[in-house]
């Protein structure tokens, strides 16, 4: 990042004062095309589409030299399904089910990639039927689980991605993906994890991308609520079911061919319909830019999670009993695509979950890293981590003069800059919050306020860098 594009970045910030980055007012009306890679640069990306939160997709010049558009597909441009079966057929894959719905998702099952290549190849000699309905690989680790060396290149536009880079950090996990799936397999409307931005590479096939800007979401609520699970049923012309339809301005509508990219920015709803057989790679990313949406998300989660302990707390005269008899459901760590039922769909479960009435609180914090995968306490960590990566890297600089390697350092001083003063604003917000206050953060190192005094010194020193 260059100096003029981080001081344009932090006035942006300071016009939006701690809101979250919305997206267009309204839809733009047709998502823009980049062309050429060698017109396009880093610093055009994020002032024209990362910081404002609008979509955009790549020709497939951006992904010309990757291994995996010449070894995953046939000279004819399908999927070479001999190729994937040699090279991980041993793959246990996460594989959902397009025809059944399981709250707001397609229910998934586990299975071996090469049992998923052989129903797969068996749908499209049966004319694209089979008794097990459309299957549909999805959010598949290949990076996490095999060497995925040779696959793809990260493009410089998304390689401001703490998620992975947390991740990376402590070795355990990843938010990269690869998707494989039939001509009618789909995924239902969403908003991505956290509010996170999303990159959509297609390694061959068609799909068809409905998007709606932040907000827009709000007039697709069923009378109940509820979000749409498919925003083409023809339930949502019913106005008695879907009262405030009328309201929503139609999907930005989009068709990403093959090799091309798409950027899913931040809180955007959208569903996507594979046209063609079709294999894509995707990644979930978080940066400076969205990090005040994922804390906003956050507090939205914790929020409604109290709300509906609260109620049913009310509700429910023997509340005590089913406390004492509850037990704390064993909660997974922060998993990547972990997500489950958001709150609005949590009172079934609400028994084992709720693990103690005295603590509205601590249930609270429980309940949401079940639904959200993350707590509060976490979301400190994953700043922490971030924070001291780029602390490191601007001292490294005032020590040695210049900024060598390391994660994260790719985009040079004035990025580190930029994210530290992102995390300091959004730091400060999180120390101040009144469920944080209650965490016991005694074992903390270094403490939350020490850490935000110490960002706050460099958001000072760095501000003439
Ligand atoms: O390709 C799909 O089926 C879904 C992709 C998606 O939702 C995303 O990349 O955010
Ligand atoms: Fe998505």
């Given at each position: 990042m260059d100096r003029e594009t981080r001081a344009f970045a932090e006035s942006h910030f300071r016009r939006l004062r701690g809101q979250p980055a919305g997206g267009a007012g309204a839809p733009p009306g047709r998502v823009d095309f980049i062309a050429s890679p060698t017109s396009f640069s880093y610093a055009d990306f994020f002032r024209r589409y990362l910081l404002p939160n609008?979509?955009?997709?790549?020709?497939?010049?951006?992904?010309?030299?990757?291994?995996?558009?010449?070894r995953w597909v046939?000279?004819?441009?399908?999927?070479?399904?001999?190729?994937?079966?040699?090279?991980?057929?041993?793959?246990?894959?996460?594989?959902a089910d397009c025809g059944r719905q399981e709250y707001n998702a397609h229910p998934k099952e586990h299975m071996l990639l090469r049992d998923y290549l052989r129903y797969w190849t068996e749908h499209i000699?049966?004319?694209?039927?089979?008794?097990?309905?459309?299957?549909?690989?999805?959010?598949?680790?290949?990076?996490?689980?095999?060497?995925?060396?040779?696959?793809?290149?990260?493009?410089?536009y998304f390689s401001s991605d703490w998620l992975n880079e947390y991740w990376d950090a402590?070795?355990?996990?990843?938010?990269?993906?690869?998707?494989m799936?039939?001509?009618?397999?789909?995924?239902?409307?969403?908003?991505?994890?956290?509010?996170?931005?999303?990159?959509?590479?297609?390694?061959?096939?068609?799909?068809?991308?409905?998007?709606?800007?932040?907000?827009?979401?709000?007039?697709?609520?069923?009378?109940?609520?509820?979000?749409?699970?498919?925003?083409?049923?023809?339930?949502?012309?019913?106005s008695r079911l879907y009262p405030r339809r009328g309201l929503c301005s139609p999907a930005l509508e989009l068709t990403q061919e093959a090799g091309e990219m798409v950027f899913v920015p931040s809180g955007w709803h959208h569903q996507v319909h594979n046209l063609e057989d079709t294999i894509s790679i995707n990644h979930n990313w978080v940066n400076g830019c969205n990090l005040a949406n994922m804390w906003h998300f956050l507090q939205q989660e914790l929020r409604a999670v109290q709300q509906e302990v609260s109620q049913w707390k009310e509700t429910m005269p023997d509340w005590h009993r089913h406390c004492q008899a509850a037990r704390l459901?064993?909660?997974?760590?922060?998993?990547?695509?972990?997500?489950?039922?958001?709150?609005?769909?949590?009172?079934?479960?609400?028994?084992?979950?709720?693990?103690c009435d005295s603590q509205l609180l601590l249930s609270g914090q429980v309940i949401m890293r079940s639904c959200t995968?993350?707590?509060?306490?976490?979301?400190?960590?994953?700043?922490?981590?971030?924070?001291?990566?780029?602390?490191?890297l601007l001292a490294e600089r005032t020590d040695s003069g210049a900024v060598e390697g390391g994660a994260g350092s790719g985009l040079g001083p004035h990025q580190a800059a930029f994210d530290v003063s992102r995390i300091t604003e959004v730091l400060a917000s999180v120390?101040?919050?009144?469920?944080?206050?209650?965490?016991?953060?005694?074992?903390?190192?270094?403490?939350?306020e020490e850490l935000l005094q110490q960002l706050e010194e460099v958001v000072a020193s760095t501000a003439s860098l």
């Open positions: 609008v979509p955009c997709v790549f020709s497939r010049a951006f992904t010309e030299g990757w291994g995996c558009r010449r046939t000279p004819g441009g399908r999927p070479d399904f001999q190729h994937l079966l040699r090279t991980y057929g041993d793959a246990v894959v996460p594989v000699e049966s004319g694209y039927s089979s008794p097990r309905g459309c299957l549909y690989l999805k959010d598949w680790h290949l990076c996490r689980d095999s060497s995925a060396e040779d696959v793809f290149t990260l493009p410089v402590l070795d355990v996990d990843d938010y990269r993906f690869v998707y799936g039939p001509a009618g397999s789909w995924s239902p409307f969403h908003a991505d994890i956290f509010r996170s931005f999303s990159w959509s590479a297609n390694i061959c096939g068609r799909k068809k991308w409905l998007f709606f800007p932040p907000g827009q979401e709000e007039a697709l609520r069923d009378r109940h609520g509820g979000l749409p699970y498919d925003v083409t049923s023809p339930a949502l012309l019913d459901r064993p909660v997974s760590s922060w998993l990547p695509g972990s997500s489950g039922p958001c709150p609005s769909s949590i009172d079934p479960r609400l028994e084992l979950w709720a693990s995968g993350i707590n509060f306490e976490e979301f400190y960590h994953f700043l922490k981590v971030i924070a001291e990566r780029r602390l490191l120390v101040a919050h009144p469920d944080f206050q209650k965490v016991d953060t005694g074992m903390f190192s270094p403490r939350p």
